[in-house]
């Protein structure tokens, strides 16, 4: 079965900065990859997925994803973070060519930019 | 529609009563999703729709909670004799065809439970 960690349930930023959002993943095969973002009282907005192809992924608003297979890891970042980037980050996954297997989601990862 | 539309957008009720929850997926999507997100807990996924059918109802909590679609469009999320512990968000997404698309996520069900 798949999974996925987002290790920080919490992350500070402050505005300018670089910020990074972790996540890593267990699934049978190869994956697809998603990153959604959630702002308050708003359903999850998708942001970029990972396919095949170039490992690193561009997206929405600057956001930018690396999948690294050896380490089994889709890591979201950003080179300058916004005050306006503060919501919540979900990762999720789920096997590709895999019909309509639903993606699960990790617990998701609040991300506070500071001014 | 231009966007997943589901209502009521909060929902009160007192513990024991049914509700149910409405998800109007974009025209044309043929996959539909439910998912719970409560405080803490993520998203947890709770059955999908292909067409009219749900081959997975894995994720269903208790027999307390089905769901269902007709016409391959809207579909109805029902919550028996409601527990506090039911109280969460309750998004639905849509999806079409294609596999290479993510899911568009509704705003979600704000149920409380008193």
């Not at chain 1, 080179?79 to 999720?92: E, G, Q, R």
């Not at chain 2, 947890?44 to 391959?72: M, V």
């Amino acid at each position: 079965a798949q999974s996925v960690a987002q290790p920080e349930d919490q992350v500070n930023v402050a505005e300018g900065n670089p910020l990074t959002v972790k996540c890593t993943y267990s699934v049978s095969g190869n994956p697809y990859l998603f990153w959604y973002v959630q702002y308050p009282n708003r359903g999850l907005q998708f942001l970029l997925k990972y396919i095949t192809g170039d490992n690193l992924v561009k997206g929405s608003y600057g956001f930018e994803a690396e999948f690294n297979k050896s380490q089994t890891s889709f890591h979201l970042k950003k080179p300058s973070a916004l005050v306006s980037d503060s919501a919540l980050y979900f990762c999720a996954v789920r096997p590709l060519n895999s019909g309509n297997t639903p993606l699960v989601f990790g617990k998701g990862t609040r991300l506070s930019v500071i001014a | 529609g231009a966007g997943v539309s589901q209502s009521p957008s909060n929902k009160v009720t007192e513990k024991g009563k049914d509700v149910e929850l409405r998800c109007d997926p974009i025209s044309g999507h043929t996959a539909l999703y439910w998912y719970r997100q409560s405080l803490g807990q993520g998203l947890e996924f709770l059955i999908y729709f292909q067409g009219n059918s749900a081959p997975d109802k894995s994720g269903l909590p208790s027999d307390r909670f089905s769901a269902e679609r007709t016409g391959g469009s809207v579909s109805t999320l029902t919550i028996q004799r409601t527990q506090q512990e039911d109280s969460a968000v309750y998004l639905c997404a849509s999806r079409p065809a294609a596999q290479q698309y993510g899911y568009t996520f509704g705003s979600g069900t704000r149920l409380t439970v008193v």
